[in-house]
């Protein structure tokens, strides 16, 4: 079975967006297309989904700068503007995204004390989301991913789905992507090949 995994193409992360992702828009129909292919068994979205004051946020620190590097549960922990918090449309999926397709929603970053960049577990590595168990219950075998961003909520995503589900070919859909800087995008794609993760653009999978 084949699915795809839509990282957090939401309001927050696009254009307008408390924490806009460069062309972040750009990334929707593309998705469509993917999302209209007939190439999907079963199509997955994460959404990042913040409690208000969650420990991530600059705002929830006296006196810090939003990406500056702070502290959260004693560990260092980029500090990011307000964004995608819980029932707010900053926190919605990309209105123009087919979310009426999508066969699950897997919401992420709720707990306050631990950010959460995969759509499989939050960033202490511990508490898992249940979307890998999700997966292989609907016996998946090969796993597509692209969305936002690249160098963060992407990277980790492809990186987990590979470790914690050993036996299912992981691929990230470039142009189906975008991140926050080049360089940040270019290290990302590295440290994903590096790990076994094949690199494809949509044209080549519409057209296999």
């Given at each position: 079975?084949?699915?795809?995994?839509?990282?957090?193409?939401?309001?927050?992360?696009?254009?307008?967006?408390?924490?806009?992702?460069?062309?972040?828009?750009?990334?929707?129909?593309?998705?469509?297309?993917?999302?209209?292919?007939?190439k999907y068994d079963l199509?997955?979205?994460?959404?990042?989904?913040?409690?208000?004051?969650?420990?991530?946020?600059?705002?929830?620190?006296?006196?810090?700068?939003?990406?500056?590097?702070?502290?959260?549960?004693?560990?260092?922990?980029?500090?990011?503007?307000?964004?995608?918090?819980?029932?707010?449309?900053?926190?919605?999926?990309?209105?123009?995204?087919?979310?009426?397709?999508?066969?699950?929603?897997?919401?992420?970053?709720?707990h306050p004390h631990i950010?959460?960049?995969?759509?499989?577990?939050?960033?202490?590595?511990?508490?898992?989301?249940?979307?890998?168990?999700?997966?292989?219950?609907?016996?998946?075998?090969?796993?597509?991913?692209?969305?936002?961003?690249?160098?963060?909520?992407?990277?980790?995503?492809?990186?987990?789905?590979?470790?914690?589900?050993?036996?299912?070919?992981?691929?990230?859909?470039?142009?189906a992507s975008r991140g926050?800087?080049?360089?940040?995008?270019?290290?990302?794609?590295?440290?994903?090949?590096?790990?076994?993760?094949?690199?494809?653009?949509?044209?080549?999978?519409?057209?296999?």
């Amino acid at each position: 079975m084949k699915a795809l995994l839509l990282v957090d193409i939401q309001n927050g992360f696009c254009p307008g967006g408390n924490l806009p992702v460069p062309d972040g828009d750009k990334v929707v129909p593309i998705a469509n297309s993917l999302i209209d292919s007939g190439k999907y068994d079963l199509i997955v979205a994460s959404q990042d989904w913040h409690p208000p004051g969650h420990g991530s946020f600059a705002s929830a620190h006296p006196g810090a700068v939003p990406f500056e590097i702070g502290e959260l549960s004693g560990k260092p922990q980029m500090m990011w503007p307000d964004h995608c918090v819980q029932g707010t449309l900053d926190a919605e999926l990309h209105p123009a995204l087919k979310s009426e397709e999508i066969d699950l929603i897997q919401q992420k970053g709720e707990h306050p004390h631990i950010d959460s960049y995969s759509a499989f577990r939050d960033n202490d590595r511990d508490a898992s989301t249940g979307l890998s168990d999700f997966l292989t219950d609907q016996g998946v075998t090969d796993l597509d991913i692209c969305g936002l961003a690249t160098d963060y909520c992407v990277k980790f995503s492809a990186l987990d789905a590979l470790e914690m589900m050993p036996d299912v070919r992981v691929r990230f859909i470039k142009d189906a992507s975008r991140g926050i800087t080049p360089e940040g995008v270019a290290a990302a794609i590295e440290e994903m090949r590096a790990h076994g993760i094949a690199i494809v653009d949509s044209a080549e999978v519409l057209a296999g």
